[in-house]
């Protein structure tokens, strides 16, 4: 969903909170956006049942929301940008702030693991470098498939200049984050942003 900016600020990774104008019902969503784009966008999945995500998603041209924000200090320290590597890991729509790290800072060492169900949730696959984008699929074949996020977590080569960012449903995330400590990763070099 894109809509306009009026000047808002703010640094590639944080979150802003948004609802219907004038709605009590408000729900916070990462910025997709980069920094330097003169709109902002987010991506947002449908829950179903859900309060807000299925009305944002009914929206028209001209519909006015409320925004507030920018909020949150998850993202890349400025001192980190262009001196290690980072390992950015999503589940589902938490690729969303990494989506911004990526185009607002050109240049940046990355790889980016994304985990989905199905092949067709691999949202703006097209505009990562192919070998920095790796998509792991849990319930849907193709050639080359990585299968289940965490899984292929276990076989990453973990190097010591890496940090690592973690972003989605909590469930995935306390499972990377103790694979990751397994692999001698120190709990300041994991970043994380939980949704639900
Ligand atoms: C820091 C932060 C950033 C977020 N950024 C995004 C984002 O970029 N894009 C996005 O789509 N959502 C994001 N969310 C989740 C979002 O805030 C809402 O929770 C989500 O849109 C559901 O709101 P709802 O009102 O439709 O459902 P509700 O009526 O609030 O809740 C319905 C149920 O759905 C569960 N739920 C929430 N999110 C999901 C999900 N993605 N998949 C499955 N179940 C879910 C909730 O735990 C709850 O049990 C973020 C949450 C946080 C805390």
Not at 62 to 84: H, Q, R
Not at 127 to 136: A, F, G, H, S, V
Not at 157 to 173: D, E, H, R
Request: net charge positive; charged share 25%; hydrophobic share 35%.
């Amino acid at each position: 969903m894109r809509f306009t900016r009026l000047g808002m600020t703010f640094r590639p990774g944080q979150r802003i909170i948004v609802g219907l104008k004038g709605n009590l019902d408000q729900r916070e969503y990462s910025i997709y956006s980069g920094e330097n784009d003169d709109y902002l966008e987010i991506l947002i999945r449908e829950v179903k049942g859900g309060n807000v995500s299925a009305k944002l998603k009914n929206c028209k041209p001209g519909d006015l929301l409320d925004v507030n924000g920018p909020f949150g200090s998850f993202g890349i320290e400025p001192f980190n940008l262009f001196t290690a590597k980072h390992i950015f890991i999503a589940t589902g729509t938490g690729i969303s702030p990494f989506h911004s790290l990526v185009r607002s800072y050109p240049g940046i060492d990355y790889t980016l693991l994304h985990g989905v169900s199905l092949c067709k949730e691999a949202y703006g696959c097209e505009e990562y470098e192919p070998d920095r984008y790796i998509l792991c699929t849990s319930r849907e074949y193709f050639e080359g498939k990585k299968g289940r996020l965490t899984d292929y977590l276990l076989k990453f080569n973990v190097k010591k200049n890496m940090i690592f960012y973690v972003c989605g449903n909590s469930g995935m995330i306390y499972e990377a984050e103790h694979i990751l400590k397994e692999k001698g990763v120190t709990q300041k070099n994991i970043i994380s942003e939980i949704y639900f």
